[in-house]
């Protein structure tokens, strides 16, 4: 079975920094896609960014970015220029591409608030 | 185009009363996921959907629970006789199911479920 881990309940930072959200994962699979959502006080989910496994190239979405370490089983996100609005639960989340199996594993998430 | 939606948004009932909640993906997309979160268990993956069929049941938590999906469109998660601990956030999303992002699964705002 696969395991999620996130390691930092909560982390504040002030606006226009940078921050960066830790998710570790375990695995004995090879061929995976790993996800950041971003869950804001409005409950809705929605979806940062996304990496192939299989891509060694790190992938990046405007502000988002990620460092994808994959001997390491790590998959850090980090946030330039942070806004008011990236104040959300972030949620890091495993999928293993299996007919019949298609589930996301999720993380217990990160509470991160940006501070005016 | 139209999200992902799900009704009603809040729902209380008293223990013992059955429930359904429903869910309408974003069209086109094939694959459908229930999930809930709640305080205590965090995310977790409920059920499944390719098409009309539910390849992974896995995470229905007891025969009380069951879903369905008509017209590879509309899908309903029906709770019987309510217990408090089902009171939690269910969430439903859609992927498209083929091409590069088929594993991209896009959420609705939830149906907050209150048992009294």
């Known amino acids: 079975a696969q395991t999620v881990t996130q390691s930092q309940p909560e982390m504040s930072v002030q606006e226009a920094e940078t921050v960066t959200l830790s998710c570790t994962y375990d695995t004995s699979e090879s061929n995976y896609y790993l996800f950041w959502y971003k869950q804001p006080p409005s409950r809705q989910m929605i979806l940062v960014i996304r990496q192939e496994a299989y891509k060694q190239q790190n992938a990046t979405e405007n502000r988002f970015s990620v460092n994808f370490q994959k001997a390491a089983k790590s998959f850090s996100l980090k946030i330039s220029d942070s806004q008011l609005g990236d104040t959300a639960m972030y949620f890091c989340a495993f999928l293993y591409h299996n007919f019949g199996n298609e589930k996301l594993t999720f993380g217990t998430g990160t509470r991160l608030t940006i501070i005016p | 185009g139209a999200g992902v939606s799900q009704s009603p948004s809040n729902k209380v009932t008293e223990k013992g009363k059955d429930v359904e909640l429903r869910c309408d993906p974003i069209s086109g997309h094939t694959a459908l996921y229930w999930y809930r979160q709640s305080l205590g268990q965090g995310l977790e993956f409920l059920i499944y959907f390719q098409g009309n069929s539910a390849p992974d049941k896995s995470g229905l938590p007891s025969d009380r629970f069951s879903a369905e999906r008509t017209g590879g469109s509309v899908s309903t998660l029906t709770i019987q006789r309510t217990q408090q601990e089902d009171s939690a956030v269910y969430l439903c999303?859609?992927?498209?199911?083929?091409?590069?992002?088929?594993?991209?699964?896009?959420f609705g705002p939830g149906t907050r479920l209150t048992v009294t």
């Open positions: 999303a859609s992927s498209l199911g083929v091409g590069t992002a088929a594993y991209e699964q896009y």
